[in-house]
């Protein structure tokens, strides 16, 4: 999907009226909000609902996270390929997107304690499952599919592989649906999503084999910011103990 720069500098600008300064003041109280920026296209992480509302594990995570240390946190739906950009400039306090842990992010940004485990998958038509069984049966050459920017999109790098970069890997799926692409790549999560919970897409798609990578997921906030990510990991522990954090996890089926 292309945008022009008039669509690209207009959804900027409204994103940096929105979230200048990050933290906010609550407008019918001294408390303050903190805002965590999520891309709202990875079911069941973070969404759209059909009625129009943002929704998902980590959009449910962060409110119940600051309840748990008497902060005000909310999530915002933000655009993948500016995310990271917006926190660097503190657009917002964090980043709750289902970003993977990596050694080149932790030298521009921190991260709380692991809220979950995951990999990269190979998703294929459900005809091709039986030839392609793990990311090595592509042909050489073969077009697959990621999100631009995604771990996915970075795990590909050492493979022979033409990549296809997708503002969201639903487009990239139904690119594949229709004869553009031998496979696409995202997360486990988000591909277990589409594969099995997905009614659109029962029956035409597989998982080929198990995570070619392995890897945690976190919340970012800004480098240096460790009073901030003291909360989080605060929250997260009580949430832990008390047996809440599970229990969100079973309602969005990703134990």
Same mark, same amino acid.
């Given at each position: ?26 407008? &019918?109280?001294?408390? *303050? ?11 069941? +992480?973070?969404? $759209? ?6 929704? %998902? ?11 748990? $240390? ?22 917002? &306090? ?12 932790? !030298? ?6 692991? =809220?979950?485990?995951? %990999?990269?998958? $190979? =998703? ?7 030839? =392609?069984?793990?990311? @090595?049966? /592509? ?24 990549? *296809?970069?997708?503002?969201?890997? %639903?487009?990239?799926?139904?690119? +594949? ?7 696409? $790549?995202?997360?486990? /999560? ?14 035409? /798609? ?16 800004? *480098?240096? @910011?460790?009073?901030?990510?003291? !909360? ?12 809440? /954090?599970?229990?969100?996890? !079973? !309602?969005?089926?990703?134990?």
């Amino acid at each position: 999907m292309k945008k022009t720069l008039a669509v690209l500098l207009a959804a900027s600008l409204a994103v940096a009226s929105l979230f200048a300064g990050g933290a906010k003041e609550s407008s &019918d109280s001294q408390t *303050k909000t903190y805002v965590f920026a999520a891309d709202a296209t990875w079911p069941p +992480m973070e969404f $759209v609902d059909e009625a129009g509302n943002l929704t %998902g594990f980590e959009v449910e995570l962060m409110p119940l996270v600051g309840k748990e $240390v008497g902060m005000d946190f909310e999530v915002k739906n933000i655009p993948w390929d500016t995310i990271f950009a917006g926190l660097a400039n503190g657009a917002y &306090d964090g980043v709750s997107s289902g970003v993977t842990v990596t050694e080149e992010r932790k !030298k521009t940004m921190d991260f709380s304690t692991p =809220i979950l485990s995951n %990999g990269q998958v $190979v =998703i294929v038509l459900a005809k091709d499952k039986d030839t =392609i069984k793990n990311v @090595n049966d /592509l042909p050489s050459k073969a077009n697959v599919g990621v999100q631009i920017g995604t771990t996915g999109d970075f795990a590909l790098a050492d493979y022979d592989l033409t990549v *296809k970069r997708y503002d969201d890997i %639903g487009l990239a799926i139904q690119d +594949m649906l229709n004869g553009n692409l031998a496979a696409c $790549v995202c997360d486990s /999560l988000i591909a277990s999503d589409f594969v099995l919970a997905n009614k659109n897409y029962q029956g035409k /798609l597989a998982i080929a084999g198990t995570p070619f990578t392995q890897e945690d997921i976190a919340i970012a906030v800004q *480098k240096g @910011n460790k009073a901030l990510l003291d !909360k989080i990991n605060e929250g997260l522990a009580k949430m832990q103990q008390d047996g809440s /954090l599970d229990a969100l996890k !079973k !309602k969005w089926n990703i134990l």
